[in-house]
């Protein structure tokens, strides 16, 4: 499944480092979302792009920063994170409007923050 | 505070046998339902949804049931297969949450040949 694409998969970073998540659809939707899995816990949803437009951002700390370019693509930047940010993100596109838009997910770009 | 709980981490059921996997949700807005498969190292694949309008949406081997009185909806895969091995999250969302879905922990399924 090519659908959604993420770049890298892997990922261990400094808390002083600046680092972005690279995320790609290639479904023509129009909605895209970054979601946080931690162990044990649910996926929780950080931020939502509807036609590149931000809707939501879930009390997410600055550290993270998102950007949509286009309806494809999906960034999310990083800057002095904490160990417990460590995890496992995750994103997802769907098509707003049409029926209930189920979400496809990328692989996940697994982040350790040491 | 989670909208969507799944109280089972885990499952182990015989191949051939049925498999059920159990959601609740607090939410009574909530209109449309939604089945994840993932597998290790690969991201939550779509597998069933159902909406608010129906009580049962069947796909080949998966069923989902859904029970708006008890807030309670099920996942039956019949007969369970060991490539259905996998963590199994439900999604809930639409009403008043536009298109946010809220995630449970997931199940995790182990079929034994």
């Known amino acids: 499944e090519t659908g959604v694409t993420q770049t890298p998969r892997h990922l261990v970073m400094g808390m002083t480092n600046k680092k972005s998540l690279k995320c790609e659809q290639h479904?023509?939707?129009?909605?895209m979302y970054w979601y946080k899995q931690s162990a044990k816990k649910p996926l929780e949803l950080m931020f939502v792009y509807n036609f590149k437009e931000q809707t939501e951002n879930n009390s997410v700390p600055s550290r993270f920063s998102p950007e949509c370019p286009n309806s494809s693509h999906l960034f999310l930047h990083l800057h002095t994170l904490q160990p417990e940010d460590s995890a496992l993100y995750l994103c997802?596109?769907?098509?707003?409007?049409?029926?209930?838009?189920?979400?496809?997910f990328g692989p996940g770009t697994r982040l350790t923050v040491t | 505070d989670q909208q969507v709980k799944q109280n089972s981490p885990s499952l182990s059921v015989q191949e051939g046998r049925i498999s059920i996997l159990n959601c609740d949700y607090t939410?009574?807005?909530?209109?449309?339902f939604l089945w994840y498969k993932k597998y290790p190292a690969e991201g939550p694949t779509f597998l069933i949804s159902?909406?608010?309008?129906?009580d049962k949406n069947e796909d080949g081997r998966f069923t989902v049931f859904l029970n708006k009185s008890a807030k309670h909806l099920s996942l039956h895969i019949v007969p369970s297969q060991p490539g259905d091995s996998a963590v199994y999250f439900c999604a809930a969302g639409g009403g008043n949450t536009g298109n946010q879905f809220y995630f449970g922990t997931g199940t995790s399924l182990t079929v034994i040949p």
């Open positions: 159902i909406s608010s309008i129906k």
């Open positions: 997802a596109s769907s098509q707003v409007g049409r029926g209930k838009g189920e979400q496809y």
């Open positions: 479904l023509g939707h129009n909605a």
């Open positions: 939410n009574s807005m909530f209109d449309y």
